[in-house]
T-cell receptor
């Protein structure tokens, strides 16, 4: 069973701080990794993806990947109350790269 | 923007009924997926399709079937609804095969089976 694990939270950070969300996965052959944000009562929306070891930045978001450690993280700089949501990590599990397994999500709360 | 439209936002059905959940996407995506989302269990894959007429079982296909007669439409069928199928059902699509394409989700159908 290919698994993706995340701390369920809630993770609480003050407004303006850096929020760090972590994800570990069990399948060494996984090639692509995605982060989704899900507001309460809404469907997930894609934030960003990462495929290579290292960092990838997009605005206030930075994804980090370490395939040797089977670890992917999402950093949110200058956190805002509007970032309060559940963040889902998704990892591909087939050779086509389009069948993803999702982690249980980490609930983030940004306190004003 | 790609839109993935699920026909119903809320649905209440009786045990034993045959239930159809419809999903339509408007941007010529090749891949379509059905997930259910339950508290504490996260998103679980029911069925997926990489092409018209093609379907593959996901992690929890029991009690479900799917139909993809047209590229833009992917239907989930609950053959005989049971109370343990009460859940949020999410349809998703992605452009094509390959590692770089993420999902676009529909707004979800919250199904209650009584």
């Amino acid at each position: 069973q290919k698994e993706v694990e995340q701390n369920s939270g809630p993770l609480s950070v003050p407004e303006g701080a850096i929020a760090s969300l972590n994800c570990t996965y069990s399948d060494r052959v996984s090639q692509s990794f995605f982060w989704y944000r899900q507001y309460s009562g809404k469907s997930p929306e894609l934030i960003m993806s990462i495929y290579s070891n290292g960092d990838k930045e997009d605005g206030r978001f930075t994804a980090q990947l370490n395939k040797a450690s089977q670890y992917v993280s999402l950093l949110i700089r200058d956190s805002q109350p509007s970032d309060s949501a559940t963040y889902l990590c998704a990892v591909n599990r087939d050779n086509y790269g389009q069948n993803f397994v999702f982690g249980p999500g980490t609930r983030l709360s940004v306190l004003p | 923007d790609v839109k993935v439209t699920q026909s119903s936002r809320y649905l209440v059905k009786r045990t034993g009924e045959k239930v159809f959940l419809e999903c339509v996407q408007d941007m010529d995506h090749e891949n379509m997926f059905w997930y259910r989302q339950d508290p504490g269990l996260g998103l679980r894959l029911i069925y997926f399709s990489y092409d018209v007429k093609m379907k593959e079982k996901g992690d929890i296909p029991e009690g479900y079937s799917v139909s993809r007669e047209k590229k833009e439409r992917f239907s989930l069928i609950l053959e005989s609804a049971s109370t343990n199928q009460t859940s949020m059902y999410l349809c998703a699509s992605s452009l094509r095969l390959g590692a770089s394409y993420g999902y676009t989700f529909g707004s979800g159908t919250r199904l209650t089976v009584v």
